[in-house]
């Protein structure tokens, strides 16, 4: 356990020690005084709609040890109520998080993983952390804590973990180069380079770009990277006496590819050598490109010297992060497919082609609006419809500004069940009266959108509904 001093904190950050005792170790920090513990140390993070350092007093009533300001005011009487507790004073807030999370980072010589990429970051994620975890206790990205806060304070968790396992996100250039110089990884991984956050960076040579800038943060790190996408293709092959490079695929030749694939409609099984040994692994979710982040995973576990045994272990017991192809079943074999954190073309284009791998089932597609796309978004929606056309989608259902071409689109191909709604509450409603016994449902648009509501909405009228059930049987009995 490698815990920081409150005095090293000021040295590191520059800041000033109002008052506290300078030999605290500082364990566990927190920038929000809705969930604060008490010992944390508060960092008073400001926004663009929100300031942290207004509430650095509840941080300390609440039982912080200690809170980390910039912009501030107190008086005498305030320094005296909290004279037991410790206050740091920097210039700023969200700087001083970065030095202080690359400080902590700095004590730690342990494999540290980090993965980027326009789709698959989150579930490869998941995959990539279980297989590190059959060797290592390991450190994960929660949820969708990928940005520029989100990371350091998760590396900010780091205590005993042997390994560490980082998701990037970014919206615009330079944003992952500031990711990697705080958590400085020794294996890189890109997933894919597609359309996510064109609108911000024009094209996807410049996504590529953006992307690349996780290799700066080590000088020799090792490259996982995607080998059936067009551009880390290419870039993989003009880069191989550069870098340390292992691909990745299913239709490229690569270092690690999959064979003798079968998918089913809740998981797939696919050979492949791990450590020159030719090993059946089943994944336990259904989807193409779910084999091939397990294939991103085998590579991890084959660089960092871990059994086939347990690399396959890793693999057949993840579980993905919710709202990603997260599916409920309710009553009458009705299968609701909750993938609605995130939508772009790429992943608009998995989801739809795992949707049509159930078979003799009727599909229904409940899609939204693909955001941040910018002067691409009506071609990259129309292209959409053409998706749902051609994956054989029996009912579509669409609602959002952008949406309404995915709708045209679609009918245009020759698509008869098309429907397109103002309101999300109208499209609930309308799916509500058609479903019927064995559907299967896809939910899927950007989170902005909020459909993740729709399946809660649906989700809730089963638990009400069975709840029911219970009490009738309860009655008659």
């Known amino acids: 356990m490698k815990n920081l001093t409150v005095k090293q904190i000021v040295e590191v950050t520059k800041g000033q020690l109002i008052q506290g005792n300078q030999d605290f170790l500082c364990k566990n920090f927190s920038k929000d005084t809705r969930t604060i513990q008490k010992g944390d140390i508060y960092i008073a993070i400001k926004g663009q709609t929100f300031d942290g350092n207004l509430f650095w007093k509840e941080a300390l009533e609440k ?9 501030f005011s107190y008086t005498k009487e305030e320094l005296e109520q909290f004279k037991h507790r410790t206050i740091i004073k920097v210039e700023d807030t969200l700087e001083a998080l970065y030095q202080i999370a690359r400080l902590k980072r ?13 789709v698959g970051k989150t579930s490869t994620k998941d995959i990539v952390a279980n297989v590190v975890s059959q060797k290592y206790t390991t450190l994960k990205t929660i949820g969708n804590n990928n940005n ?6 998760t590396i900010l968790t780091l205590q005993n973990e042997e390994a560490m396992v980082l998701e990037m996100g970014m919206n615009h250039l330079g944003e992952i180069r500031l990711l990697t110089s705080i958590a400085k990884p020794d294996i890189c991984i890109i997933t894919n380079i597609g359309t996510s956050h064109i609108g911000n960076l024009g094209s996807r040579e410049n996504i ?34 550069k870098f340390t490079i292992m691909t990745y695929g299913i239709y490229e030749s690569s270092d690690r590819k999959a064979e003798n694939i079968c998918l089913q409609e809740n998981y ?39 059994e086939p045994e347990k690399i396959q272990k890793g693999i057949e ?35 739809l082609k795992y949707l049509s791998q159930w078979k003799d089932k009727r599909k229904i597609a409940i899609l939204g609006d693909m955001l941040e796309l910018g002067e ?3 071609k990259l929606h129309e292209q959409v419809g053409k998706e749902v056309y051609q994956n054989h989608v029996d009912i579509l259902m669409c609602c959002g500004d952008k949406a309404k071409y995915i709708a045209q689109e679609a009918k245009k191909m020759g698509m008869e069940a098309v429907d397109y709604f103002e309101h999300k509450e109208e499209m609930i409603r309308k799916l509500k009266d058609i479903i019927i016994a064995g559907d299967v449902v896809l939910f899927k ?19 009400k509904r069975v709840s029911k059930k219970r009490r009738v049987r309860l009655c008659q009995k």
């Open 445 to 463: 648009a950007s989170n902005g959108m909020k459909f993740y509501t729709l399946v809660e909405e649906l989700i809730a009228n089963k638990e």
């Open 268 to 306: 797939s099984q696919f050979t492949c050598k791990i450590q020159e040994k030719d090993v059946q692994v089943t994944v336990p979710v259904g989807g193409e490109h779910f084999i091939l982040n397990s294939l991103c995973a085998i590579s991890v576990g084959e660089i960092l010297n871990i």
């Open 208 to 241: 590529l770009k953006a992307k690349l800038e996780i290799l700066e943060g080590s000088d020799n790190p090792t490259v996982i990277v995607n080998n059936d996408n067009d551009l880390l293709h290419d870039w993989q092959q003009k880069n191989r006496n």
């Open 106 to 118: 700095s004590l730690y010589s342990i494999p540290v993983i980090a993965i980027t990429g326009s």
């Open 376 to 378: 691409y978004s009506q």
């Open 63 to 71: 039982g912080a040890e200690a809170v980390i300001v910039s912009n």
């Open 317 to 351: 017991e993840f579980q993905l992060t919710k709202k990603r192809m997260d599916i409920t079943e309710l009553e009458n074999g009705i299968k609701i497919i909750n993938d609605t954190y995130n939508a772009s073309l790429e992943s608009m284009q998995a989801s």
């Open 148 to 153: 520029n806060i989100g990371l350091p304070f």
